[in-house]
Structures are given as C-alpha cells and as structure tokens.
C-alpha cells in the first residue's frame, strides 16, 4: 500500500490512511465521506492503485463488479440505488460519498466510517497541494519562473477543483505578454463595450491596476508621477479618484 506520493499533512487525512492501512489485508468495509474534490478519490487511488472501481450510479455495473472483485472501491456511493440489498459479505470494500447517506445504511454495511473536511478546514493540506498542482501547471506550460500566489486570490468554494484552478489561473495571469493582455482585453471589451459612458466607465480597467502596481513598485507619488509623465495633482485625483491609498 504505497503512500509516498501522498499530499497533505492534516490528521484528517492521516487517520484515513492509519485505518486502510492498517484493515488493507481484512475482508472489511470503510466508508470515507466529504464534499466533492476534497481528494477521497486521489488519496484512495494513492493507497491502492492496482484495486477496481466503479461507479455506484451505475446499478449493473456495481452488481457486475461485486460478482468477481473480492475487493472494490466503489464511488459516488451516495447514489446507489438500494444499498441496504448490497452483499459486501467476504469482500473489502472501500466506499466513497460526497454527502452523508442513511445513518442505518453506514452502521450496517461499514465497519469504518471516515470524514473528509473542506479543504478550508484542512489548513495544513493547502500548502502542499498548492505546491503540487504549481509544480504540475509549470511542467505543463514549460514554465520555470516563481509567482506570487496571494492567498486572496485562491479559490477554496469547491476544494480541490477551485484550488487547481486558482493556481493554474495566477501561473498564465502573471506572465501573460502584452500581446496576450491586448488580445485579453479585445474580447472583453468585444463582450461589454456598450451604454453612452463606455470609454470612461473601461478606462478604470487599464488606469487602476497601473497606479496600484506603480505605487507599490516605486513607493512614492513623484516617483510615480516622473515614471507616468503626469503631473502630481493629475496623479493624485487618480489616486483618489480609484480610492487607492
């Protein structure tokens, strides 16, 4: 039951892999419930790579694989259609749920129940999957530079799905050319440009990152103003005008 590719440190996770591995040899049945792309399915796949699965949505196909496999991982098990009628008699089955499912059905068919928190209550699994899923986007663009990822801008709302793509989203935002910022901005505004005040309600979009990222880079007002070619109080009505401090 292998484990060195595993990602995160929280004790949720680490009691999970505790108890597979400790009943991976016993003819038992251990449920892991959490919301969808909390990382069951990796962290199983992970532990037991070689074991079938099948989707408990699929009536005949999880009748058909408790027919052969004495050992089975059975997903999206919230679905199956009467579970109380399944036979995990002599049979290692491990189960898994994006919701919780009849108390009765768990205590009778899984001699381990595990929860699986949100990401957002698993802070010690974040970094690491951060560092995964950077270190996968980097490999894919061919990319071998550093980004900022500001925690702001991370997306936790659907666990590992947003998280994924939050990081893959920074590594192209942050190192678009500005050919590709000009391409960007043509199908925005092909898509928004309208009304009578068009051009002065847009023009936010290109002034108020400039200004914020000017100030932060050079720290002063006439430093800025010098580097821009306007002069002190035009910068300082912008200023105010975007409510950037």
Same mark, same amino acid.
């Given at each position: ?5 595993? %990602? =995160? ?46 989707? =408990? ?5 999880? *009748? ?5 496999? @004495?050992?089975?991982? %059975?997903? @999206? ?15 290692? %089955? ?43 986007? *980097? ?5 071998? =530079? ?5 925690? /702001? ?5 659907? @666990? ?34 309208? =009304?009578? @005040? ?21 720290? /002063? ?16 009505? *912008? ?7």
């Amino acid at each position: 039951m292998a484990t060195e590719q595993l %990602i =995160g440190e929280s004790e949720a996770l680490r009691q999970i892999v505790r108890g597979l591995q400790l009943t991976h040899s016993l003819f038992v049945s251990s449920i892991i419930v959490g919301p969808p792309a909390t990382g069951k399915r990796t962290l199983v796949r992970l532990l037991l790579p070689d074991t079938s699965e099948v989707n =408990g949505a699929d009536d005949e196909a999880l *009748k058909s694989a408790l027919a052969v496999e @004495n050992e089975l991982i %059975i997903l @999206n098990f919230e679905s199956v259609k009467n579970p109380e009628h399944l036979d995990f008699q002599n049979k290692r %089955i491990i189960a898994l749920a994006n919701r919780e499912i009849h108390p009765r059905v768990m205590d009778e068919k899984f001699a381990f129940i595990y929860r699986l928190p949100p990401l957002k209550d698993r802070p010690e699994d974040i970094d690491a999957f951060l560092a995964h899923f950077l270190s996968e986007a *980097k490999e894919i663009f061919g990319y071998d =530079g550093s980004i900022d990822l500001e925690p /702001s801008r991370l997306d936790l709302s659907q @666990n590992l799905r947003s998280l994924k793509a939050s990081v893959y989203r920074e590594l192209l935002l942050q190192n678009m050319e500005a050919e590709e910022i000009e391409y960007a901005l043509y199908h925005f505004f092909s898509k928004n440009l309208e =009304g009578n @005040n068009a051009y002065r309600e847009h023009l936010r979009i290109l002034e108020r990152p400039m200004l914020q990222a000017g100030l932060q880079r050079y720290g /002063s007002q006439l430093k800025l103003s010098e580097i821009l070619g306007i002069n002190r109080n035009t910068l300082r009505k *912008k200023l105010h005008e975007y409510r950037i401090d």
